[in-house]
């Protein structure tokens, strides 16, 4: 047994002296026949970030040299001429917003690479549908009932660890449905049943609630409430601050900096987290989307702000994360008439890890002439979404089985990782 | 079989008919035909106490009892009715000085501007200076402080507050309970959002005056109301929907393009077509026809034509808008084909007046404001509409997987009452299938609608409102400030996950104990001022007192044992000075309680009366209604 992870596990070590019970998890472990009796295997970690509300895909990676832009976006376009914007050129025909400033070094040491005209073969606009079916990973089917992500976490093998999946928001992701353990906690300090003052009424009210929730009859309750009484006893909100964030690394005070400063507490508190999910959101840029400081600007630093500080944050377990964003869809190449953009098709998405072939954009785009679009108005997908998921689950995660994880599709990935 | 199931129909139909008629003359309702829960299985306490969970916000001590007495069917139709007095109410938000719900619309604007148009203001009036970079961010913001108190402004939050406010106190005491749980149930269908500036403003008056008096009317009000207000309207962005092709435009257009003189780019700009889907797909896809309803993209496109030019008239008198407006009088801009109400604005320059096809409908050119109303009308009645809705009132009052007979019902009495939600709801009741007895406790409460039942079971006086707010919050409701115009998705799963479950126990302990400031609750009091006996006669009682009309033999059993476990307090007391561990755990409860930090007793005192009622609050059955 791996000592080291209960004598700094406060609560672990009650339990271990044998107060109210042996928990699940380790039961479990105990009980697999496994020689190395640790409660998990080391396992890497895979960070998804989705951006809900569909980002300008065209704005945040922009394809500048294309004069069809120029036209169709009279007072949005950008390019790297400091008249323009002074957007960060890539490579003479894509260039950066300036505002994701702290992904042009990562692009540039090659640990980030981006892939664009990507998007849905499902052509629906609606951002609940198409969220729907990135997250399901099933485009056509909507009776689809678990997420890709629960799947791969499945795929990856029973896990004895509560926290092998974790979003970082209230509730559990439509990508996190499923048959397999998965946990939604927005702040880890919340995770502990508390009665101020009093603690032995707290342990007593804590085992009550065990063993109410053990006997719901309700499934979802029972089986919820067992997920979360394994996970509050090996967090152990107590030590959570040995693993903040060391002096000089501040991230964005948003709702996506909180939610990666709390994945990397996860990650460097080893409780063998693979998959770990957070949102990031007001991307739907009808109106007045603005340029180098406007709307989309400033939700395009505090995403990439927040990205890089979490990588920083990370250094010492670099090479156990990837980390890869997502959108629903993108938005019309055409500014509409209210200075903003309306539902449109592909986009663009970013993979950040040390396993990633990083400073390219990896694309199929053919031209932003009218002729090249779809319905004469929206960048069309020219990569499917699920090349570039798989690409970064086969690869990073290594599980290779794509009919379960993406079924119905027998698409390949794109070369975006490293085979190790 | 057919004709078995066409005469099981009438049979409800009848039923339907007979219940309408005892609506309407309250004398009758002594001779209202019985709901079907006896054949059912329900006995007449648990069809009260199933009633009570479906339409409240939860049942208060001894209320299964007092609608059993008088009547399930009585006590619904009262409900229906909607005209219970509700001076408690009144009275409590008047002594928490919640005043803005009475100010009309436009004192409301003006008396709460958002920021920009403050700032905007403070510019023009020479206050601050645009990109103003050689004060500090502090002494800008006194500035702009001292600027609204000077004019009278009060800060915008304060309006969220006391919208927030409102709706808790409302729904923990009002006795017309139906209505308020019908009015969340409506917000969240049209959901606006307060997490969107423009619209921030508007959402208290939303739920006033578009869903509240609407909330049992036909469905087309509903629809229409929510259409044309201005929280609507900025949140799904139709207020800056224009077109250039109109008769009005083109002249100016015209003079436009003289004035510069072909100089193309500025023409361009100024006279870009300003066409906003946004509204148009959401209000097919989530108000009316539902996303499988059989639109197309083009029925997208088109139904954002026919509503361009509805907008929000501009209400903030120091705004540029208002002054420009406001030289013409009300009379002069109706003869030009303007249409004004409340907050609404049809700009008739700004409409396209090309002909139009809409699910199928051929829309002559020219159609002006009325095309719009004709074409919400046609979306009103639509039989997919009429099935979107019904699924939705069965999935909140029922369960999350209603039976498809059910929702055939509803959808019937929707179509042949012209979207009559009255109908649709007696008609549910009226059903065999809403009896079911896999129905009862089937569904989940909702953050809110535990805290709400929670108050209503204790009695408890809730004297900061808002403190209830940030519990949801945790909990994972943080209502008013939902995003997406989905709103939140209303099944169980949705609400239940392991961080929010935890949450829902401590807020059990939390509030039994009265650790949420303001919450003020005497438990005695629910037992007549007898103390129970020992911890099992208190368990017993109380669990009756929260959880009326179940069978609680169970869980008493197992907390019981639990309490009784002697070995189990030695254990908690031993490991405790065993391992140096304990230091850690105990260092967290100093901080907020110093009294902790003393020798650790050898055996634990029973639990308290306020533990074990918390521990009922968090347990799950009282998580399910």
């Known amino acids: 047994m791996d000592r080291r992870i209960f004598m700094r596990n406060g609560t672990l070590a009650l339990f271990a002296a044998g107060i109210g019970g042996v928990p699940n998890f380790i039961a479990k472990a105990a009980t697999t026949g496994n020689k190395c009796s640790k409660p998990f295997q080391k396992r890497k970690t895979l960070v998804c970030i989705f951006q809900r509300g569909a980002m300008d895909g065209l704005m945040a990676v922009s394809p500048y040299a294309d004069p069809n832009l120029k036209m169709m976006r009279p007072t949005l376009y950008m390019s790297p001429a400091k008249t323009e914007g002074s957007m960060i050129d890539l490579n003479g025909y894509f260039a950066l917003h300036p505002s994701l400033q702290a992904f042009a070094p990562l692009f540039q040491n090659k640990q980030l690479a981006i892939a664009h005209g990507v998007g849905s073969p499902n052509p629906t606009r609606s951002h609940f549908d198409a969220q729907d079916f990135m997250e399901s990973a099933t485009p056509f089917n909507k009776g689809t009932k678990s997420g890709w992500l629960n799947r791969a976490v499945g795929l990856m093998g029973k896990s004895t660890t509560p926290f092998s999946a974790v979003s970082l928001t209230n509730a559990l992701p439509r990508s996190f449905y499923g048959s397999n353990e998965a946990l939604a906690i927005s702040n880890l300090n919340d995770f502990a049943i508390q009665m101020r003052g009093n603690l032995l009424a707290g342990k007593l009210a804590a085992n009550s609630f065990e063993a109410l929730y053990d006997n719901a009859s309700s499934q979802l309750l029972q089986k919820t409430g067992k997920e979360s009484f394994e996970a509050m006893k090996m967090l152990n909100v107590n030590n959570l601050k040995q693993y903040a964030p060391k002096a000089g690394i501040v991230y964005p005070n948003s709702a996506l900096g909180n939610a990666l400063k709390q994945i990397a507490v996860l990650i460097k508190m080893d409780v063998g987290l693979e998959v770990a999910f957070a949102e990031s959101g007001g991307w739907d840029t009808h109106v007045n989307q603005g340029t180098e400081n406007g709307i989309l600007g400033r939700t395009l630093k505090d995403f990439s702000d927040s990205i890089a500080t979490f990588w920083e944050d990370i250094a010492a377990h670099q090479d156990e994360v990837t980390v890869m964003t997502m959108t629903e869809f993108g938005r019309t190449v055409h500014q509409n008439g209210t200075g903003g953009t309306d539902h449109g098709r592909a986009s663009c998405l970013f993979v950040l890890g040390n396993n990633v072939q990083g400073g390219k954009v990896y694309h199929q785009i053919k031209s932003l002439a009218k002729e090249d679009l779809e319905d004469q108005r929206d960048l069309p997908v020219s990569t499917d979404f699920r090349s570039v998921f798989s690409a970064v689950a086969n690869t990073h995660l290594n599980i290779h089985q794509n009919n379960i994880l993406f079924p119905d599709w027998n698409g390949n990935g794109i070369p975006i990782m490293r085979y190790s | ?625």
């Not at chain 2, 409240?56 to 059993?68: C, E, K, L, R």
């Not at chain 2, 005491?173 to 269908?189: A, I, K, M, P």
């Not at chain 2, 609507?232 to 224009?242: H, I, P, Q, R």
């Not at chain 2, 409860?589 to 306020?610: E, N, R």
């Open chain 2, 1 to 625: 079989m057919m004709q078995q199931k066409k005469a099981g129909f009438l049979i409800i139909l009848v039923l339907v008919l007979a219940a309408v008629v005892g609506f309407v003359d309250k004398d009758h309702t002594k001779s209202l035909q019985k709901f079907p829960y006896r054949q059912m299985g329900f006995t007449k306490e648990q069809a009260a106490a199933y009633l009570l969970n479906r339409f409240t916000f939860g049942s208060t001590p001894g209320q299964v009892d007092a609608v059993a007495k008088e009547g399930i069917e009585h006590w619904f139709y009262q409900q229906l009715a909607g005209k219970e007095s509700d001076t408690s109410v009144n009275n409590l938000l008047q002594e928490l000085h919640i005043d803005a719900p009475d100010l009309s619309l436009e004192d409301m604007v003006n008396t709460y501007p958002i920021n920009g148009e403050v700032v905007a203001l403070a510019r023009k009036m020479g206050i601050i200076e645009k990109g103003d970079t050689s004060i500090s961010k502090q002494a800008y913001r006194e500035k702009l402080k001292a600027f609204m108190q000077q004019q009278g402004f009060k800060p915008i939050a304060e309006l969220e507050r006391q919208l927030i406010v409102q709706k808790i106190v409302r729904a923990a005491y009002s006795n017309n309970q139906l209505q308020e749980v019908l009015t969340d149930f409506w917000f969240n269908h049209f959901n606006v959002s307060l997490t969107k500036p423009v619209c921030t403003p508007y959402v208290l008056a939303f739920e006033r005056d578009a869903i509240r008096p609407h909330v049992l009317d036909h469905f087309d009000a509903l629809l229409l109301a929510t259409a044309q207000h201005p929280a609507m309207l900025t949140y799904l962005d139709n207020a800056g929907s224009v077109s250039n092709n109109n008769p009005i435009e083109a002249k100016r257009l015209e003079r436009l393009a003289q004035t510069l003189n072909n100089d193309n780019n500025t023409f361009k700009k100024r006279a870009s077509e300003g066409l906003n889907e946004n509204y148009a797909r959401e209000v097919m896809e989530l108000h009316t026809m539902g996303v499988d309803g059989g639109y197309t993209q083009q029925d997208v496109t088109t139904l954002a034509k026919i509503l361009t030019g509805w907008s929000v008239y501009p209400l903030f008198k120091n705004g540029p808008a208002y002054q420009l407006i406001e030289k013409t009088t009300p009379q002069q801009l109706e003869k030009r084909g303007f249409v004004i109400q409340n907050g609404f604005l049809f700009r008739p320059n700004k409409h396209d007046e090309g002909p139009k096809t809409f699910l199928g409908k051929y829309f002559p050119a020219n159609g002006g404001y009325q095309e719009g109303i004709t074409a919400l009308e046609m979306l009103a009645h639509q039989p997919a509409t009429a099935k979107f809705i019904s699924a939705e009132l069965a999935k909140h009052f029922v369960s999350d997987t209603p039976s498809t007979a059910l929702i055939q019902q509803m959808t019937q009495a929707f179509l042949k009452t012209n979207g009559s939600i009255k109908s649709m709801l007696i008609t549910m009741v009226n059903s065999p299938e809403f009896w079911n007895p896999n129905n009862q406790h089937a569904k989940i409460k909702s953050p809110f609608a535990l805290a709400i039942s929670t108050i209503r079971a204790t009695n408890a006086q809730v004297n900061m409102p808002y403190q209830i707010f940030n519990w949801c919050n945790k909990m994972g409701q943080k209502f008013y400030y939902y995003q997406a115009p989905t709103g939140f998705p209303d099944r169980a799963d949705y609400w239940i996950n392991t961080g929010s479950l935890l949450s829902r126990m401590n807020f059990g302990l939390a509030f039994a104990s009265q650790k949420i400031p303001g919450i003020n609750i005497n438990l005695p009091a629910l037992n007549n001022n007898h103390e129970p006996e020992s911890v099992d006669a208190a368990l017993k009682i109380y669990s009756a007192i929260l959880l009326p009309a179940r069978d609680n033999t169970q869980n008493i059993q197992r907390i019981s044992a639990l309490i009784h476990d002697e070995d189990l307090n030695q254990k908690v007391v031993q490991a405790a000075n065993q391992h140096n561990n304990y230091a850690s755990i105990q260092e967290m409860d100093a901080k907020v309680s110093t009294h902790m930090v003393q020798p650790i007793q050898t055996s634990s005192p029973p639990p308290s009366l306020s533990q074990i009622v918390g521990v009922i609050i968090g347990s799950p059955e009282f998580q399910k209604k």
